[in-house]
């Protein structure tokens, strides 16, 4: 196991699904655009406005996913000081804010036509750009804190504070009255979607997953690099 972690190893693979990820990136996203500009049908009350969906959907999605993640990787970091899940998490936290910025300005645009405004303050709003603000303070606490423990720490504590946040987003059209409609698609019980909207919903997440597999990962490899050049500099 140590050698699997090993930074060599580690960056032998990431080239290996950075090449693979990259050659079928381009396919996969000619598929799910096919099916949500041409083969998906138009909203019978919003038009082809309801396309913005496929994305604002998905950016919300990987936004949320992010922050619960790097949340419980901080949990991991803090209690056992693993060097590489820092890693991860400053590789992660980026893409979080680009989707959770995405999905607040497709939501915008989408909510003109929908709702005749393009920003309200309802709960699921603010809630988002709350969450995009707690991107943002751990970014810039990696970023100008020099000392490591204490970044680390000041970063584990913002992130499990923003795991708060996580559940509110998630349910608060269900706790106040805002102008989000509930929940279209449910794990559990039955999803209020047709199947010609859900399959390139799903199409476009798979992609943007790819997406979000492509950046972290280069993400990762700068992230490598740089601490072997500090530890070449120690020596």
Excluded at 167 to 177: F, H
């Amino acid at each position: 196991m140590i050698k699997l972690l090993n930074f060599n190893n580690i960056f032998f693979w990431i080239e290996k699904l950075i090449n693979f990820i990259s050659s079928i990136f381009f396919v996969f996203l000619l598929v799910a655009l096919s099916f949500a500009l041409i083969f998906s049908p138009p909203d019978y009350l919003q038009g082809d406005s309801v396309r913005i969906m496929y994305i604002h959907v998905p950016s919300a999605w990987i936004s949320l996913a992010s922050f619960t993640f790097i949340a419980l990787l901080s949990i991991l970091h803090f209690l056992f000081k693993i060097k590489n899940l820092k890693l991860v998490i400053k590789s992660i936290a980026p893409i979080g804010l680009m989707f959770t910025c995405l999905a607040l300005v497709t939501g915008s645009i989408w909510g003109q036509p929908t709702w005749g405004t393009w920003w309200a303050w309802d709960a699921r709003i603010t809630s988002m750009s709350i969450l995009a603000l707690f991107y943002i303070v751990l970014i810039l606490t990696y970023k100008f804190v020099s000392e490591e423990d204490k970044a680390n720490k000041i970063s584990s504590f913002i992130a499990i504070l923003g795991l708060i946040n996580i559940p509110i987003i998630k349910y608060s059209v269900e706790w106040w009255n805002t102008l989000h409609q509930p929940a279209s698609i449910k794990l559990s019980g039955s999803s209020t979607i047709h199947s010609s909207m859900l399959t390139p919903l799903l199409l476009m997440f798979f992609v943007l997953l790819l997406y979000c597999a492509l950046i972290f990962l280069m993400k990762y490899k700068t992230e490598i690099i740089r601490i072997k050049k500090k530890n070449l500099k120690r020596l």
